[in-house]
């Protein structure tokens, strides 16, 4: 009896588990700091999926196209984006 109890307990759990695994696996957004990006449009120029534009001097990661490929972090000259 106590048995059942708990197997049912472990299934259902590692359903949910695995849907709540998946969400906490991605990497949390890329994030461009805009008190200290200067503008200068290299990590725009490097993303593979277009996903930073420009406005006002300071560029801006559009989260529903950026993947998290992390690329444009290391190419930043100021440590901005994170
Ligand atoms: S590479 Fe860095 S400093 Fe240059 S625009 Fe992008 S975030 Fe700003
Ligand atoms: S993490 Fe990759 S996809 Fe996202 S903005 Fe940077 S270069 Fe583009």
Redesign the pocket.
Known sequence: MKGKYYDYGNGEGNRGGRGTEQTYARPSFTY?QPEI????????EVCPLDAIKLENGI?IVMREVCRNCKICVR????G??M
């Open positions: 461009i990006c200067t503008g200068c449009g290299v990590c725009a560029a190419v930043c000259p100021e901005a984006i």
